[in-house]
């Protein structure tokens, strides 16, 4: 089964998710960001979401995580807690 290290910024807004994936743009750090302004628990970890598999995540996120580019800042992602920006770090 595949795994796959990731981490996200989880926002409240779609705006904000976009404001975010600017900073990101011009180089800000992931997790600095992630710490400062994610509202999930990963947030204190820089928003690492550790090692996944499919189907652990809900679809949006594992669609992303396991279909898109690596080393990429994907999204805002909608989901049902909000909006995601994801980045897959490494997928084997």
Known sequence: MPTAL???????????AEKLKQRLAKGEDF????????????????????????????KPI???????????VHGPIKSQFGFHLVEVIFRD
């Open 6 to 16: 990731a981490r996200h910024i989880l926002v409240k807004t779609q705006a904000e």
């Open 31 to 58: 997790a600095k960001l992630a710490k400062k302004h994610s509202i999930c628990n990963s947030g204190k970890r820089g928003g690492d979401l550790g090692e996944v598999r499919p189907k652990q995540m809900v």
């Open 62 to 72: 594992d669609n992303v995580i396991f279909r898109k580019p690596t080393n990429q």
